[in-house]
């Protein structure tokens, strides 16, 4: 509890914001949302911020884990990427306006392959790329034209989609290159949910929050 609380840095240039879903035994099962925060330090360091549990998933407790952070000394985040959950971003820039708010792009490509039959994918997503790896914003949406004018008339919805969050997945065209591979991606805390994951399928389930949260 004492480093659940603990005072924060007043600058992260990052923070990745991510949830994932694990079973915690209440008598029954349950399945509950871990609610994580990593930031990434002025020196570079990667560091656990928070994570807050939850019976589910939604961008009204997402404004109480960056109100908890602010409480904590945060002042201000430059980029805080996230995952693409309706009503996230506006959490997060309630709290802190000058963020930028950058939607993980590997979250975007998984969700736009789930409309996608298994022999497609490879092409699918090689299509894609063209789009997030390009050079600037404005050859990015050419690429993203000419995604829509191949793929279209099979998958409708994953253009629509692109063009729907479109301002929210271009903010990091604004930087070097190698800055873009640490900010378009919540990779940095995946490495923490992967290890989640793992502990949860070996035991089965955690036996009480307390269990979980001592990770």
Same mark, same amino acid.
């Given at each position: ?40 330090? *002025? ?64 979250? *975007? ?84 949910? *992967? ?21």
């Amino acid at each position: 509890k004492a480093w659940q609380a603990r005072p924060l840095d007043a600058i992260y240039p990052i923070v990745y914001l991510d949830c994932i879903h694990v079973k915690v035994r209440e008598g029954a099962i349950r399945v509950k949302a871990v609610y994580l925060a990593i930031g990434i330090t *002025m020196s570079g360091e990667k560091e656990v911020l928070g994570l807050w549990l939850a019976q589910t998933e939604g961008a009204k407790f997402w404004l109480q884990v960056v109100t908890e952070l602010r409480n904590r000394g945060v002042q201000d985040i430059f980029i805080a990427c996230v995952d693409g959950l309706k009503g996230f971003p506006d959490a997060i820039e309630a709290v802190f306006p000058k963020a930028v708010v950058q939607l993980c792009i590997v979250h *975007m490509v998984r969700h736009s392959l789930n409309y996608v039959s298994w022999k497609r994918r490879k092409e699918v997503a090689a299509d894609l790329r063209h789009v997030y790896q390009a050079a600037t914003a404005e050859e990015a949406e050419l690429r993203l034209g000419e995604f829509e004018a191949r793929w279209d008339a099979e998958y409708l919805p994953i253009g629509q989609s692109w063009r729907r969050n479109w301002s929210r997945l271009i903010p990091f065209f604004d930087y070097p290159p190698e800055i873009r591979k640490v900010i378009y991606t919540t990779n940095a805390i995946e490495s923490v949910n *992967m290890g989640l994951r793992k502990l949860s399928k070996n035991r089965g389930s955690f036996p009480s929050d307390e269990a979980l949260t001592k990770l």
